[in-house]
């Protein structure tokens, strides 16, 4: 199992080896993890870390110039699993990504097969350090 790494708000550590992250630097309580469900706004890879830490699942997009059927499209999932966070990513490489502890996922085409079938095979998966936690 990979040693997961706690640090305070605004601590440096060494950059992510994917965008987004998939483990590693993460904060610890009272400022992650974050409730589960849909988000609005960014939020940073060293919250969502410790969510992926607990085997959740992260939905991502990266639209600049908006993409409201997509959205509506990811936020769906947060309303059928229960580990789930859908956030926008500005600065990936593709319109959507998915993360779960030491896995992502990136493509631009809406595939919902694909989703489901990450989310199945990776969400309170044991490779995570607290698959259990909720």
């Not at 997961?4 to 987004?20: A, D, L, Q, R, W």
């Not at 469900?37 to 830490?53: A, M, R, S, T």
């Amino acid at each position: 199992m990979m040693r997961t790494f706690h640090i305070k708000f605004g601590e440096y550590h060494p950059e992510y080896n994917s965008v987004p992250g998939t483990s590693g630097w993460h904060y610890g309580a009272p400022d992650a993890p974050i409730p589960w469900g849909v988000y609005k706004q960014f939020v940073p890879d060293e919250v969502l870390i410790h969510n992926l830490e607990h085997a959740g699942i992260g939905i991502h997009y990266n639209c600049p110039d908006g993409c409201p059927e997509l959205v509506s499209q990811l936020e769906a999932f947060a309303r059928r699993y229960s580990k789930i966070i859908v956030s926008p990513y500005p600065g990936m490489d593709t319109r959507i990504g998915l993360t779960a502890w030491t896995f992502i996922d990136k493509f631009d085409a809406y595939d919902e097969a694909r989703i489901v079938a990450f989310i199945e095979d990776h969400m309170n998966s044991p490779e995570a350090p607290e698959p259990f936690v909720p």
